[in-house]
């Protein structure tokens, strides 16, 4: 599995601890190798087919959905594995490319990758630009410093303090949404620090320079389980969806593959392995569908 760096280098050195491996991720193999569906591989589109290769642009420090190894240099974590199964069932290779975020959904309407997974919401408005083949479902959470852990409970407690969140997410409009809820009602506004990606925020709440970070509930979890006590995930999760791999609106036939051979994993138990591996089994899927996110 190649991951191709196309942008800075990564900088994780001054996470901290926060983001350390676990353990062994990279070596266990959670599922055994897929076989190559025909069928399947013959929707495929014919520059996918012709080259063998499906260039996927993923994150690299979302953990455990996708982060580094302790080697600090291969990629491991539910996302590239699931992505990869998906490419035994197709029959070609998956390659990896490191994108932001906020620059996936042009990368796949311009064509630049063939696929994008990195723990986005199929959300309606997002659903006007790409096509989503949901894979997991998931929420919101905030993180904070032990000390804040009585403090803050809600996006409702941040009046008056900093919250961290990253760049282009569906936290970031929350931050920015309960900003103006908190001046509504003549209190202090929230103060939003924006970052390109999840270390910039994981810095800014180790640091003290935000009171919270706002972000997923898979990473809140692991964070905060990684952190010895540092770090508490606080309060309920709030707005449950699903995350969904993108595709480009133009291409059915690609997003019916990718749908179908998803669907071969839930039902020859690959995916349920991936998702156990991972620690990740509540956000399980009882089927794969396209653009199943809220209406």
């Not at 062994?24 to 013959?42: I, R, V, Y």
Request: net charge neutral.
């Amino acid at each position: 599995m190649r991951f191709t760096h196309t942008a800075a280098a990564f900088g994780l050195a001054g996470l901290l601890s926060l983001t350390a491996c676990s353990g062994g991720g990279a070596s266990q193999a959670a599922a055994p190798a897929q076989q190559k569906n025909q069928e399947l591989h013959d929707l495929l589109p014919d520059k996918i087919k012709k080259s063998g290769t499906l260039n996927v642009a993923a994150g690299h420090n979302y953990p455990p959905l996708v982060f580094l190894d302790t080697d600090n240099k291969s990629v491991i974590g539910l996302e590239p594995e699931l992505m990869k199964a998906i490419g035994q069932v197709l029959g070609v290779e998956v390659t990896f490319s490191q994108a932001s975020f906020d620059s996936l959904i042009a990368g796949v309407q311009a064509r630049r990758y063939d696929l994008a997974i990195q723990a986005m919401l199929d959300k309606p408005e997002r659903r006007e630009k790409v096509t989503f083949v949901d894979y997991f479902k998931t929420s919101s959470s905030l993180l904070v410093q032990e000390k804040d852990a009585q403090a803050i409970k809600s996006l409702d407690d941040l009046c008056g303090k900093t919250a961290a969140v990253e760049q282009g997410t569906a936290q970031a409009d929350d931050a920015e949404q309960q900003k103006k809820k908190c001046t509504d009602a003549g209190k202090p506004a929230v103060q939003v620090l924006v970052f390109p990606d999840t270390v910039g925020c994981l810095q800014a709440v180790s640091t003290g320079r935000a009171n919270a970070f706002i972000g997923g509930t898979p990473t809140i979890t692991y964070q905060a389980e990684q952190s010895g006590g540092r770090m508490k995930q606080v309060g309920e999760p709030y707005r449950f969806l699903p995350y969904g791999i993108l595709v480009n609106k133009e291409d059915q036939n690609l997003s019916k593959a990718v749908q179908q051979a998803l669907q071969k994993l839930m039902e020859n138990g690959s995916y349920t392995k991936i998702l156990g591996k991972w620690k990740m089994s509540s956000g399980a899927l009882d089927k794969a569908v396209i653009n199943g996110g809220e209406s």
